[in-house]
């Protein structure tokens, strides 16, 4: 069993900031990429950033040089640091990871979403 937990959302003023936090736990031999998902209202989820085991990142058009991913793998921890805040960035906010278990399987895994309200 593996879970992914996420927290850190909230409702912030545009302009400011946030940290996400996403945790593995569970039956886990390695974590491969990782990544931070948004979905909107009436949206498509999309990509926000990734980064993979050796620590390249990338990141969508609409968060660079405002978001800043990354990862303590001694921790199996993501994060997700959210500077300059729009209210356009409001959305549920989904951890995502590829992670081998013990029994040498490799699996697509999600976490239950935290919500992010830009708003003043």
């Known amino acids: 069993q593996v879970q992914l937990v996420g927290s850190g959302g909230g409702l912030v003023q545009p302009g400011g900031s946030l940290r996400l936090s996403c945790r593995a736990s569970g039956n886990i031999f390695s974590i491969n990429t990782m990544g931070w998902y948004r979905q909107a209202p009436g949206k498509q989820r999309e990509l926000v950033a990734g980064?993979?085991?050796?620590?390249?990142?990338n990141y969508a058009d609409s968060v660079k040089g405002r978001f800043t991913i990354s990862r303590d793998n001694a921790k199996n921890t993501m994060y997700l640091q959210m500077n300059s805040l729009k209210p356009e960035d409001t959305a549920v906010y989904y951890c995502?990871?590829?992670?081998?278990?013990?029994?040498?399987?490799?699996?697509?895994?999600w976490g239950q979403g935290t919500q992010v309200t830009v708003s003043s």
């Open positions: 995502n990871a590829v992670i081998r278990t013990a029994d040498w399987i490799l699996r697509n895994y």
């Open positions: 980064i993979s085991s050796g620590g390249t990142t």
